[in-house]
């Protein structure tokens, strides 16, 4: 008991029950099993045939722990972005790389900043390792370059860009990129989230690759649960300055990664053909729905990614909380955006050619107010 009589229990850090939790986009209909699931970016090509089989085989070795380095993952995603081994981690997706960053590099009177939209990850991490997260302003619903390096203080240690963002799909052209990095001081991290990069056809965009590779403050963090289909698995990867990863090492759990996963991943890395396939796809679809919602009179945000933001009516009747149920009652689940400030918005995933056309179908009804 405690000296005022009250009984005594474990109490978290102070700070951490503060933390929002994150909210994934929903999975299931109550009532009904769901037909389209576009809420959470997933790929509807599934994951290549070769991963999976690369999966299938290691069902033979359970007991044996995995290559807690990783190593011949390393060198399958070095092999195809012609990176040196060295310089990549391995993670329990990419959310596990951009934890480790922040625990690391971050402590309590420490700052980081990331844009108004960002992913709703990002101010996790930061709270979670003490420090305090900075909202720089958007413009356009793009990140926005001036507002961010504004927002640097002598507290800011961390600057965290998605690059295609989520949920907006905007991106940042490579001159941007590079004007952020220069205007940063060089104690400060730059981030460069690159899940969607694959889906990015744009000449003028970077992965930050290049920047990683010539600076010491720059961590590019990519993740196979996009385009190659390994959600369910939890695979990413970062390339960073070698003293950042032997920072990161320290922290690291010692077999963070599957044995069976590694695997999947070296397969699904190397087939290359399958990955084509997928941006072929995104890039028929991607333009055909967007252009269809704005024939129905809905805003979209210009994508680069396998996403489009989609704004509904100021009307009664035409919101997108109203969408939103109209939709799961027919079996097509899209995502709620609220929590990143975008309430009158659903975010819908680029899924089969049946689940777009089911979507824009169902919404001109709904726009039309039919039952």
Not at 310 to 333: M, N, T, W
Request: with cysteine; proline share 5%.
């Amino acid at each position: 008991m405690s000296s005022d009589g009250q009984a005594l229990r474990p109490q978290p850090r102070e700070g951490l029950m503060n933390i929002p939790l994150y909210i994934p986009g929903k999975a299931e209909i109550d009532g009904a099993a769901p037909i389209h699931k576009l809420s959470s970016n997933e790929t509807p090509l599934g994951a290549s045939a070769k991963a999976v089989d690369a999966y299938r085989q290691l069902a033979g070795n359970l007991e044996l722990y995995p290559d807690g380095g990783s190593a011949l993952l390393r060198e399958a995603i070095g092999e195809v972005h012609g990176l040196h081994p060295d310089r990549i981690l391995c993670g329990a997706g990419s959310d596990e790389i951009l934890s480790l960053l922040s625990y690391a590099f971050m402590e309590r009177g420490d700052e980081a900043i990331y844009s108004e939209h960002g992913f709703s990850y990002y101010p996790i991490v930061i709270m979670a390792a003490g420090a305090t997260p900075v909202v720089a302003r958007e413009s356009n619903l793009t990140t926005d370059v001036d507002a961010i390096l504004a927002a640097v203080t002598e507290r800011t240690k961390m600057v965290f860009i998605a690059n295609p963002n989520n949920p907006t799909g905007t991106y940042l052209p490579s001159s941007e990129i590079r004007r952020l990095h220069a205007g940063l001081p060089g104690n400060v991290i730059l981030v460069l989230d690159a899940a969607y990069a694959e889906y990015v056809t744009r000449s003028d965009y970077e992965t930050g690759i290049e920047l990683a590779a010539t600076s010491e403050n720059v961590v590019m963090t990519r993740t196979f649960s996009k385009i190659y289909g390994l959600a369910n698995l939890r695979l990413g990867w970062c390339y960073a300055p070698t003293a950042i990863l032997e920072a990161l090492y320290r922290l690291k759990e010692p077999f963070n990664v599957t044995g069976a996963t590694q695997a999947a991943g070296v397969a699904a890395i190397r087939d290359q053909d399958f990955v084509r396939a997928a941006v072929a796809h995104n890039t028929e679809w991607l333009p055909k729905v967007s252009e269809a919602l704005e024939a129905l009179g809905l805003r979209v945000t210009p994508s680069v990614g396998n996403f489009i933001l989609i704004h509904f009516l100021d009307e009664p009747g035409k919101s997108a909380a109203e969408a939103d149920a109209y939709l799961l009652k027919r079996g097509c689940v899209l995502r709620q955006v609220g929590a990143y400030g975008l309430p009158n918005a659903l975010r819908m995933t680029i899924g089969s050619a049946e689940a777009c056309e089911t979507v824009v179908g169902h919404l001109a009804k709904f726009l039309k107010g039919e039952a």
